[in-house]
């Protein structure tokens, strides 16, 4: 079935434990004819003298595309994107979702060849 990203935006969220708001976004997905809202949080590290973006899905999104790896990737990878300031035109389409059969016939294949020469 047809995955599109409807919208990615900035959301307001609850103060943390540490009394700083946290960056929150909202990500809209149609799925087939069915619409789901999802919440990225963005966590920033400092190390050293680098700061190091960690997204967080919520656990709707873990479990709706537990086999469907090939769109979570693109949808985080829009995120990201649009976290950064890219300026994105939606609806964008991120892929066919399927069943855990059809999805992991998607997903690339394992070269365990690859692994034992390193």
């Known amino acids: 079935m047809k995955t599109q990203v409807l919208s990615i935006k ?4 609850q103060l943390d434990s540490n009394k700083r708001k946290p960056n929150q976004l909202e990500v809209v997905v149609l799925l087939g004819e069915v619409t789901k809202h999802f919440i990225f949080t963005v966590k920033q590290t400092q190390l050293g003298n680098r700061t190091l973006l960690t997204l967080v899905e919520d656990t709707n999104f873990s479990n709706a595309f537990k086999f ?8 985080t990878n829009l995120v990201k994107d649009v976290y950064q300031g890219e300026i994105i035109t939606f609806p964008i389409t991120v ?8 999805a992991l016939a998607q997903q690339k294949p394992f070269n365990r060849e690859l692994v034992e020469r390193q």
């Open 95 to 102: 892929g066919d979702f399927g069943n855990p059969k059809e």
């Open 10 to 13: 900035n959301v307001e969220s």
């Open 68 to 75: 469907n790896d090939h769109i979570a990737i693109q949808i």
